[in-house]
């Protein structure tokens, strides 16, 4: 093992935090030096390639109301490398597409006039006999919408996403992301005329987008840090964060020439919080390390299927409620924009959400191409045998799950992670176990940067609490836009 006698800030994580903190690391002349686990560039927010076509994984909308990420992403990339799209997703639910964010009118005429009659009665009934216990999703939203648009609109998608049942995940999570709307509050401000209606949000109608995909963003960011002297590694893992006298002093990073030890003043990561703690040496106690056992992600892949460019649709991705299928969720990346595309033919990217290591996770890519075939043509969004090429792209800890307790862990970490190595400073979506999307996830990295350099006294861990939704604008009824992400996810 080798030595590396010069400190610096030691950055784990290529993705948007992680990149986010080095660059700004090396605008001011620090030494900075980031490690990258796998071989890409960006995190969830790489733009994977093969055989000339390109994938966003998750899908990123760039749109903030941040300054500071806003004049960040015009810094790194000049205005022409950016498009200005429209933004629009819908439900697919039994051969027909809903409005996505869910408009009261337009699902209750596209249900049909007797299941429409029994939606509403479901949330009268749910007005006089409220569930007993909203504190966990499908409490939540059965109050707000009544029990049979929960089970069409939302039921079916999130046991998707997150594969364990609506009763286990926490409401706050519903409430980041579907904000107040209620069956209730839609149809009155789509009945009332407008100087009638109460001020409420909606989402944004465009977004700018990097013409060949997110990844450009951060390839690009990367190529900047090691301009200014800073150093990018990818296929280095931090396998070991060493402690003495109340801070960390230095990294264990394991690559393709062996592990080597490198000193450290500050250590900014955005590698899986429980990875964050179970790399401590001395181990962090055994209750810490219980706490961050218990934090869990959930994985994804995304099977890509080329078609006929008739094929696409118009929406940057559909969601899809109806049973029977496996997928949750269809991108069609030509409206994403045309340089991921080629001429005449688009690419559907076929969204499936597991555990790494589970059955699906597990499937050969052929045998997932096939699968994802199969469904596409049985939801009657493609002709049988007019898919061509198909490529699989796995994800793994793509999404923090909130389940039951999952705040008490955090903080338990969070708590410890202050007092033993105040130095240590997690950032981003998986670094701090919380659905940031990218914009909040570079803020995080931003105030952290300026609590290292200038003792700012930020509070990260308060980016994203209680937080307008990054999308939202006044206007119209409209609950969040990605209910897993990132996806992610505006900018996911």
Not at 369 to 392: I, K, N, W
Request: glycine fraction near 10%; aromatic fraction near 10%.
């Amino acid at each position: 093992m080798t030595s590396d006698p010069h400190p610096r800030t030691i950055v784990v994580g290529a993705g948007p935090a992680g990149l986010t903190g080095a660059y700004q690391l090396a605008k001011r002349g620090q030494p900075v030096a980031v490690f990258e686990e796998t071989a890409a560039i960006g995190g969830l927010s790489q733009t994977a390639q093969r055989d000339g076509w390109r994938f966003d994984i998750g899908g990123h909308r760039f749109f903030t109301k941040v300054p500071q990420v806003e004049a960040l992403w015009q810094e790194i990339l000049p205005s022409e490398d950016f498009l200005l799209r429209p933004r629009m997703s819908r439900i697919y639910y039994r051969g027909r597409l809903f409005d996505y964010p869910l408009r009261a009118m337009n699902a209750l005429r596209g249900l049909g006039l007797t299941e429409a009659v029994r939606c509403v009665g479901s949330y009268l009934w749910a007005q006089l006999r409220p569930p007993k216990d909203v504190s966990h999703f499908e409490g939540w939203v059965t109050a707000r919408f009544g029990r049979r648009l929960y089970l069409i609109f939302f039921e079916t998608y999130t046991e998707k996403v997150w594969g364990v049942p609506t009763r286990t995940l926490r409401a706050d999570w519903a409430a980041q992301r579907i904000k107040n709307l209620s069956l209730f509050g839609a149809i009155k401000n789509a009945l009332l005329p407008r100087r009638n209606q109460r001020s409420i949000t909606s989402l944004i109608e465009e977004f700018q987008y990097p013409k060949y995909g997110p990844g450009m963003m951060w390839e690009r960011c990367a190529e900047r840090v090691e301009k200014l002297g800073g150093t990018v590694t990818t296929g280095a893992r931090v396998a070991t964060v060493h402690r003495e006298a109340g801070a960390a002093v230095a990294v264990t990073v394991v690559g393709a020439d062996g592990p080597r030890r490198m000193d450290a003043d500050h250590v900014l990561s955005s590698m899986p919080l429980p990875a964050l703690i179970l790399a401590m040496d001395p181990p962090a106690p055994p209750e810490v390390i219980e706490a961050a056992r218990g934090l869990k992600h959930r994985d994804f892949l995304t099977v890509a299927l080329v078609v006929p460019e008739e094929f696409g649709f118009p929406d940057n991705w559909i969601y899809i409620h109806t049973p029977g299928v496996a997928v949750g969720r269809i991108q069609n990346f030509g409206s994403w924009s045309p340089f991921l595309v080629q001429d005449g033919r688009t690419c559907l990217g076929m969204e499936y959400f597991c555990n790494a290591g589970d059955e699906l996770w597990a499937t050969p890519d052929a045998d997932l191409v096939a699968l994802a075939t199969v469904e596409l043509e049985r939801l009657d969004l493609v002709r049988a045998g007019e898919v061509g090429a198909g490529y699989v792209v796995r994800m793994p800890r793509a999404y923090p799950v909130y389940d039951e307790g999952y705040q008490e862990r955090v903080e338990i970490v969070r708590r410890w992670l202050t007092e033993a190595v105040p130095n240590v400073h997690p950032v981003g979506r998986n670094g701090m176990h919380r659905y940031n999307n990218q914009d909040h996830s570079m803020m995080t990295a931003l105030l952290a940067v300026e609590n290292i350099l200038d003792g700012a006294g930020h509070d990260v861990w308060a980016v994203n609490v209680d937080e307008e939704y990054h999308e939202e604008g006044a206007s119209a009824a409209a609950p969040s836009d990605d209910p897993h992400g990132d996806g992610p996810r505006g900018t996911s």
